[in-house]
């Protein structure tokens, strides 16, 4: 299930270990750019998240929990020796602090672009209720389309909430035919994502170094959750994309690719790679 995009060389075992996890609608080929730009340095893995269908076979009536979608990918952690670097954006940034909590002590470091992790924000209490609010009906408008048998009103409304205004009808046919494919998982995504139990104060035990980053047109939910983030991670930095929105590392990929390479070079001791140019 979990094969790097680049094949084992024979000291792979030495290199350190990169895990990146896509958006929620997308796939591994999302940080095909970031293999290339790390390849010759670390072993360098994207797992696919769960599909709706395996989703319905595996859990029935069962409430879907962020520990489901974490669990593989602690597994690919315990089987393998050393620290990894873990990588997420959106709901695969949400994904990422699951797993990092679940075995804080085996990682190197975080890299998450805009992670949607909404349980922060009902955390947060009066300061982030509006901003929940907003996913609240952004969910509850997909849900009621999926609920009329209208996949592609809830894709289209999906997508233009997360890309703007105008995005859906951009897309090409194939994009949109995958997005209709995928739109069924959202709703057991958000509420894997409201629903949550971790506490606020685990981000306070994560010794890793973080870099967090977020585009400056993305919008108000996840903007505020990644500064809470900031404010609990003891070695945090953040860094904001001035013309980049939700999707940069995909819009953005060469200015994100080159901050996450960066960053998890140098949190590996390779300091001496960590200005080398992104591939575009």
Same mark, same amino acid.
């Given at each position: #299930?979990?094969?790097?995009?680049?094949?084992?060389?024979?000291?792979?075992?030495?290199?350190?270990? &990169?895990?990146?996890?896509?958006?929620?609608?997308?796939?591994?080929?999302?940080?095909?750019?970031?293999?290339?730009?790390?390849?010759? =340095?670390?072993?360098? $893995? +994207?797992?696919?998240?769960?599909?709706?269908?395996?989703?319905?076979?595996?859990?029935?009536?069962?409430?879907?929990?962020?520990?489901?979608?974490?669990?593989?990918?602690?597994?690919?952690?315990?089987?393998?020796?050393?620290?990894?670097?873990? *990588?997420?954006?959106?709901?695969?940034?949400?994904? +990422?602090?699951? *797993?990092?909590?679940?075995?804080?002590?085996?990682?190197?470091?975080?890299?998450?672009?805009?992670?949607?992790?909404?349980?922060?924000?009902?955390?947060?209490?009066?300061?982030?209720?509006?901003?929940?609010?907003?996913?609240?009906?952004?969910?509850?408008?997909?849900? =009621?389309?999926?609920?009329?048998?209208?996949?592609?009103?809830?894709?289209?409304?999906?997508?233009?909430?997360?890309?703007?205004?105008?995005?859906? +009808?951009? @897309?090409?046919?194939?994009?949109?035919?995958?997005?209709?494919?995928?739109?069924?998982?959202?709703?057991?995504?958000?509420?894997?994502?409201?629903?949550?139990?971790?506490?606020? $104060?685990?981000?306070?035990?994560?010794?890793?170094?973080?870099?967090?980053?977020?585009?400056?047109?993305?919008?108000?939910?996840?903007?505020?959750?990644? =500064?809470?983030?900031?404010?609990? @991670?003891?070695?945090?930095?953040?860094?904001? /994309?001035?013309?980049?929105?939700?999707?940069? !590392?995909?819009?953005?990929?060469?200015?994100?690719?080159? #901050? /996450?390479?960066?960053? &998890?070079?140098?949190?590996?001791?390779?300091?001496?790679?960590?200005?080398? !140019?992104?591939?575009?």
């Amino acid at each position: #299930m979990f094969k790097p995009i680049f094949p084992w060389r024979a000291n792979a075992a030495r290199k350190p270990i &990169v895990i990146a996890v896509h958006c929620s609608g997308g796939s591994a080929r999302q940080w095909n750019k970031l293999a290339t730009v790390l390849h010759d =340095h670390c072993s360098f $893995f +994207a797992p696919a998240l769960i599909g709706g269908d395996a989703i319905a076979a595996r859990h029935g009536g069962e409430r879907f929990r962020l520990a489901d979608e974490a669990a593989p990918i602690v597994s690919l952690i315990d089987a393998r020796d050393g620290p990894v670097h873990l *990588v997420g954006h959106s709901y695969g940034g949400g994904v +990422a602090l699951r *797993v990092a909590c679940e075995r804080p002590a085996r990682i190197a470091s975080l890299s998450l672009y805009e992670p949607s992790a909404f349980f922060v924000l009902r955390l947060m209490g009066r300061e982030g209720r509006p901003a929940l609010e907003e996913i609240r009906s952004l969910a509850g408008g997909v849900a =009621h389309d999926l609920n009329a048998n209208d996949k592609r009103a809830a894709a289209a409304r999906f997508v233009d909430y997360w890309n703007g205004a105008g995005a859906w +009808a951009s @897309m090409k046919p194939e994009s949109q035919a995958e997005l209709v494919g995928y739109i069924p998982k959202a709703p057991l995504e958000f509420g894997a994502l409201i629903e949550e139990p971790t506490r606020l $104060f685990a981000f306070t035990r994560l010794a890793c170094p973080v870099l967090l980053m977020r585009g400056a047109r993305g919008p108000a939910p996840t903007a505020l959750i990644a =500064h809470k983030l900031f404010s609990l @991670m003891r070695h945090a930095v953040i860094e904001e /994309i001035l013309d980049a929105g939700h999707m940069g !590392p995909i819009s953005h990929a060469e200015r994100v690719n080159e #901050m /996450i390479a960066a960053h &998890v070079l140098r949190a590996a001791g390779l300091e001496r790679l960590a200005d080398m !140019p992104a591939v575009a």
